[in-house]
């Protein structure tokens, strides 16, 4: 199967800060999906991206869809301590889904 | 309100004692699917449906059994369940298949097989 690497694995912040992470794939996605995990809860998503090249905004958060379309970024701006959680990457691929390893953020008040 | 609901929620049992997951989405949605999240893997794909009677594995069907006899139900089924089992399970549902089809989590199921 295709293998969605995340990284960083894990982020300690402080309130204010911004952040970035990426995910890379071994090959091309059509489709990139950032999901928010936060504790005891299902994944939810955040932003979907359709076109390379693509930037999408939804509040705080941006995401971009990498030229290669074997890429992707998320950038939070002035994080806050309820974006705590397991941040997701994501892709469809034929019928099936793919995720990534995912990155944990804790934001420190 | 639109859903996606799991049950149980959190289930301890032992090896080889056959047990059912039910899901079950409230959305009509053709596609259904079943993850396993363990750590520093992500959400690894079980089994999906396309629609009613269509099944297909996913990266790790071992061990696992689906069946899609209803639209909005997608019971995932362990006959003889291992340790290596214990994870955290989601149910998922979207519209159709493919590109750009936001998919719906239920609550997760905890299962720990001793």
């Known amino acids: 199967g295709q293998q969605l690497n995340q990284s960083p694995q894990s982020m300690f912040i402080q309130e204010g800060e911004d952040v970035s992470m990426n995910c890379t794939s071994s090959?091309?996605?059509?489709?990139w999906l950032w999901y928010k995990q936060e504790p005891g809860e299902g994944p939810v998503l955040l932003i979907a991206?359709?076109?390379?090249?693509e930037l999408t905004s939804n509040g705080r958060l941006t995401a971009q869809f990498g030229i290669t379309r074997k890429d992707s970024f998320l950038n939070i701006s002035a994080s806050i301590p309820s974006d705590v959680g397991i941040y997701f990457c994501a892709g469809p691929a034929g019928n099936q889904f793919y995720f990534g390893t995912g990155t944990s953020l804790t934001v420190i008040p | 309100e639109a859903q996606v609901t799991q049950n149980p929620r959190y289930l301890i049992t032992v090896t080889g004692k056959k047990l059912t997951v039910t899901c079950s989405q409230n959305m009509n949605h053709e596609y259904m699917s079943w993850y396993r999240q363990d750590p520093g893997l992500g959400l690894r794909q079980i089994y999906y449906s396309m629609n009613v009677e269509v099944t297909d594995k996913g990266d790790v069907p071992e061990g696992y059994k689906v069946s899609r006899k209803e639209k909005r139900n997608f019971p995932l089924i362990l006959e003889s369940p291992s340790p290596n089992q214990t994870s955290l399970y989601f149910c998922?549902?979207?519209?159709?298949?493919?590109?750009?089809?936001?998919?719906?989590f239920g609550p997760g199921t905890r299962l720990l097989v001793l």
């Open positions: 090959s091309i996605f059509n489709t």
């Open positions: 998922a549902s979207s519209l159709s298949t493919g590109e750009g089809k936001t998919q719906y």
């Open positions: 991206l359709y076109k390379a090249g």
